[in-house]
């Protein structure tokens, strides 16, 4: 019989990348207390990620949004049993180090937050903690990949409960992919190039015909429709902020959100999970807004 | 040529994906199985790793417990990967108090008993029946704290059991479905051909 090495390895990228895999099919819901964490974990959400504040009030109170406080995150570890998330402002690499020492399971490098650096996004490799990173097109989905995140949202704009903009990057990322898919070796030059993203990882897609890293859906999304729409359209899970915790019954339509993006090809169950669950979050349309936040970051 | 298996994936969340990528590479036939009538046909069940309280509602709201039950009890072959293995426990440590069990494999099971995300841990392990290690990937993985008398362990790692058999029911704390190796997929498939020659569909 063989002898096996005694020296266990953290932090790896396959056992980052093993924990997104395990969050596919499922539903990360914003949450700002442990009660709403309880209320996430009993609909059946498959993390949270934990943050002072959702969206749509970062965005109505303005200011400058920030990591947030450990105490509130450490009540929502407490609270629930499922993996905990929570975000750091792109480019700062100390707020991502006090989450890993907070044992967060997942740190999201987001653009909801004020982005700290104009230039540089964190170096994803220097941590323990897998990252999730947003992306508008394929070219950023690859370099936030390149820095070592474990993970890929799209960036839709958050706090509004319109998916327009989720929908747009979803179709801009599947769609180049299919592209590289049919693509001669010659041309995937060109294409590394044009994406501004290493050219091994554009031979990766063309090899495999997916994105080396799950890739889930992100911003605006409110309803068990808008939800089933981004699993059909190619994402393997979704995230949903403001569009629970806004709405008149967030139990009810947590659940519902949860259903709709497992059984999300089955009509007959989407009618059913969409029926009697209270009105959704108003929501604003995209003139409406004066602050993209998937223009931060690059 | 031998006929293919046909091999369900409960498809509610989680790892699904990469089993059937698994169990393909294996020349198996795979269905993935969200609703009841999924369940006709096939020849053995694979759940997945995920969140087992995500699982477990969802197996509840779709009415499929009782009847992935009544198949465990019936010999049925199923094998059960990290979130998959809570799922076949008779006891759950950690665990919600609503979280719902198949009760199919006697043994104790601790919920991310080897910590969160950051304990994680690749490892190569011993497995009795190969002649090298498998590498195995552990993610915010559950502990197996005691077994019955009929569960047989085929890989331990420390002083913990990590891969388990009982009659036709396979289970393990890691996820082979994230490695190329397929080994442990096959053994799953042996237990499946041998069922179904006594069981034929």
């Not at chain 2, 994906?17 to 020349?27: F, I, Q, S, V, W």
């Not at chain 2, 046909?41 to 759940?47: P, S």
Request: contains cysteine; negative net charge.
């Amino acid at each position: 019989m063989a002898t096996s090495s005694t020296r266990s390895v953290t932090g790896s990228f396959p056992v980052k990348r093993g924990l997104a895999e395990m969050l596919k099919g499922g539903v990360i819901m914003d949450v700002v207390t442990p009660e709403q964490a309880k209320i996430a974990e009993d609909a059946g959400a498959c993390a949270v990620m934990a943050l002072e504040r959702v969206p749509a009030d970062i965005r109505r109170d303005g200011g400058v949004a920030r990591m947030s406080d450990p105490e509130m995150i450490q009540g929502i570890q407490a609270a629930v049993t499922i993996p905990v998330m929570a975000k750091a402002r792109i480019g700062h690499f100390v707020e991502a180090q006090i989450l890993q020492a907070l044992g967060v399971d997942f740190i999201d490098e987001s653009e909801v937050l004020t982005p700290a650096d104009e230039a540089h996004h964190i170096d994803k490799f220097k941590f323990t903690t897998p990252f999730v990173c947003g992306a508008t097109n394929l070219g950023e989905a690859l370099r936030r990949i390149s820095e070592g995140a474990a993970m890929i949202r799209s960036k839709g704009e958050a706090g509004t409960g319109n998916v327009v903009e989720a929908v747009r990057h979803l179709r801009s990322i599947l769609g180049d992919i299919k592209k590289i898919g049919t693509a001669d070796s010659a041309e995937l030059f060109e294409w590394a190039k044009r994406l501004q993203a290493p050219l091994s990882l554009v031979q990766e897609i063309a090899e495999t015909g997916q994105l080396p890293v799950p890739l889930f859906c992100a911003g605006g999304l409110a309803t068990p429709a808008d939800a089933a729409f981004a699993m059909q359209l190619g994402a393997s899970s979704v995230f949903v902020g403001s569009g629970i915790f806004k709405s008149d019954n967030p139990a009810l339509r947590a659940k519902a959100i949860v259903e709709a993006t497992t059984h999300f090809m089955d009509a007959d169950v989407l009618a059913r999970v969409s029926t009697g669950i209270g009105a959704p979050m108003t929501g604003i349309g995209m003139d409406e807004i004066n602050q993209r936040y998937a223009e931060r970051g690059w | 040529m031998k006929p293919k298996l046909h091999i369900g994936v409960l498809a509610l969340q989680g790892a699904f994906g990469a089993h059937t990528e698994a169990l393909r590479k294996c020349g198996a036939e795979v269905r993935l199985v969200r609703a009841q009538e999924d369940l006709s046909g096939l020849q053995g069940l694979v759940i997945p790793g995920g969140e087992s309280t995500t699982m477990s509602n969802l197996l509840v709201a779709s009415g499929l417990s009782e009847v992935l039950k009544r198949l465990c009890q019936d010999g049925f072959p199923v094998f059960g990967t990290c979130a998959g293995m809570i799922m076949l426990a008779e006891t759950i440590l950690d665990g919600r108090a609503d979280q719902v069990s198949l009760c199919a494999l006697d043994i104790e099971i601790r919920r991310n008993g080897y910590g969160r995300q950051n304990d994680s841990f690749e490892q190569d392990i011993i497995v009795h029946s190969f002649d090298t290690p498998f590498h195995a990937l552990f993610i915010r993985a559950p502990v197996i704290e005691a077994i019955g008398s009929d569960v047989e362990v085929l890989a331990s790692w420390g002083d913990r059991p990590v891969l388990v058999r009982t009659a036709n029911i396979l289970a393990c704390s890691f996820h082979p479905e994230l490695v190329s190796d397929l080994r442990i997929h096959k053994i799953f498939l042996s237990i499946v051909e041998n069922f179904s020659v006594t069981n034929p569909r």
